[in-house]
């Protein structure tokens, strides 16, 4: 069973606000991921992370930024929720070499802007 | 660059019926294939995955699917619908490595029917 774990699962905040989405993964991975996806969509990449020190944006754009500064560790901010943030975001891990596209998921966190 | 087309955004079949969910791909490399299934408010998890190996890989669940070159098809069956099948399900395709190497498809929702 995989081991990457987000927090908080379900968030719901006001606009303006600052929010941290937790990401941990305690399997060693050295790349990680953070999808967007709204309710019956797929799935959009808008960070992606190589490893420690190591990140880049995604094919979707987003005013969320990311972190790497711990392997296991992978958080994503958003300075300032609007509305238009109202989405699931899904984090991912996978190993450095091998299987490319394996992916552990975490469970996901809902945030809702008002 | 790859692409993937999942042909059928919803599919309703009756419990115990057979389940057929379709996959195509495009690919310029041999390309490995994943299919991964969702249940509400969960994050992803993986059901099987085709890595040139053999073409008809079993997965999780009594699912299994077959990478078909000459179609560039990857279709997703099981013999038998449970209740409990009812979620989404994701084709992926993998080429390489970093951020591109993987493309997701758009999802089919499978719904099953007492």
């Known amino acids: 069973e995989a081991d990457i774990y987000q927090t908080p699962r379900y968030l719901v905040i006001g606009t303006g606000k600052k929010i941290t989405l937790e990401c941990s993964q305690t399997m060693g991975h050295d790349k990680m991921y953070w999808y967007q996806q709204d309710p019956g969509m797929e799935l959009h990449l808008i960070h992606y992370?190589?490893?420690?020190?190591?990140?880049e944006k995604g094919d979707l754009s987003s005013e969320s930024t990311v972190s790497r500064i711990r392997t296991e560790h992978f958080p994503l901010t958003l300075e300032s929720a609007r509305p238009s943030h109202t989405s699931q975001y899904l984090c991912?891990?996978?190993?450095?070499?091998?299987?490319?596209?394996?992916?552990?998921f975490g469970e996901g966190s809902r945030l809702t802007v008002l | 660059a790859q692409s993937v087309t999942q042909l059928d955004s919803h599919v309703s079949v009756s419990e115990g019926t057979p389940v057929l969910l379709r996959c195509n791909y495009s690919s310029s490399y041999s390309p490995s294939l994943f299919w991964y299934v969702q249940h509400p408010n969960k994050g992803l998890q993986l059901l099987l995955k085709?890595?040139?190996?053999?073409?008809l890989v079993k997965g999780i669940n009594g699912f299994e699917a077959e990478f078909k070159k000459s179609e560039t098809s990857f279709h997703l069956t099981k013999p038998s619908a449970h209740m409990s099948d009812a979620a989404e399900y994701f084709c992926v395709v993998s080429v390489g490595t970093g951020r591109r190497a993987l493309t997701f498809g758009s999802g089919t929702r499978l719904q099953v029917q007492p």
């Open positions: 992370s190589y490893g420690v020190n190591s990140t």
């Open positions: 085709y890595t040139s190996a053999a073409t």
């Open positions: 991912a891990s996978s190993e450095f070499s091998g299987n490319t596209g394996e992916l552990f």
